[in-house]
């Protein structure tokens, strides 16, 4: 489980495609304290840890999860947002975000609104319904509150310190991101009959 708030932003530094795909990302991470087979929240994909140096992993990516991330868009020197588990003690300053990618969004539009910025996001249809106003969504492993939502969109507004620290600051329009609706609307959905 995670939060949403990203610690450190990491770079693909190699990729070899076998019998699965396996990413090598650079991290500024202290990995002596991370475990292999431990977990960490890359771009919103919960990846494994199989591999360690003092200043790298590398993870598995299977083609079914090539196929439902943008993981497969990744090159040698992509950004990876990164955030590594919440613990028992840590503060829940994001949201509840499990690392399960429901399905891959596109930037439609970035706004300036003074300092910060305004993306507007096309979705899926079927992530839309779980998408409300004011709610949380997980874009691309970052916690944010949806400001407004239409049919087949929702907008953001992202701070200057979320630009510089993960991968809005180099999104685009067109830009592919990986989309995880808030989990509570995903149970919410379900009791009522309506998933």
């Known amino acids: 489980m995670f939060t949403g708030i990203v610690t450190d932003l990491g770079r693909v530094r190699a990729i070899t495609r076998l019998g699965d795909t396996r990413f090598e990302i650079e991290t500024h991470i202290d990995m002596a304290g991370v475990a292999i087979g431990a977990s960490i929240a890359c771009s ?4 494994t840890v199989i591999e360690k140096g003092p ?4 993870a598995d990516v299977s083609a079914e999860t090539l196929s439902c991330t943008t993981l497969g868009d990744w090159t040698i020197g992509s950004p990876v947002n990164l955030e590594r588990p919440l613990t028992a003690a840590d503060e829940l300053g994001g949201h509840m975000v499990s690392g399960h990618v429901d399905g891959v969004g596109t930037v439609r539009s970035i706004i300036p609104e ?9 979705a899926p249809a079927e992530l ?3 998408i409300a106003s004011k709610g949380s969504v997980s874009v691309d492993g970052v916690s944010l509150t949806v400001n407004e939502i239409d049919a087949t969109s929702f907008g953001v507004n992202v701070i200057p310190h979320t630009q ?4 809005f600051g180099n999104m685009v329009q067109g830009t592919r991101v990986n989309l995880e609706i808030d989990i ?3 149970y919410v959905a379900r009791l009522l009959g309506k998933d």
Do not use: I, N
């Open 44 to 47: 919103g994909a919960c990846l």
């Open 55 to 58: 200043d790298w992993f590398a």
């Open 114 to 122: 003074g300092d910060s910025k305004r993306f507007t996001f096309a």
């Open 128 to 130: 839309m319904r779980y």
């Open 164 to 167: 510089a620290q993960t991968t």
């Open 184 to 186: 509570v609307a995903r």
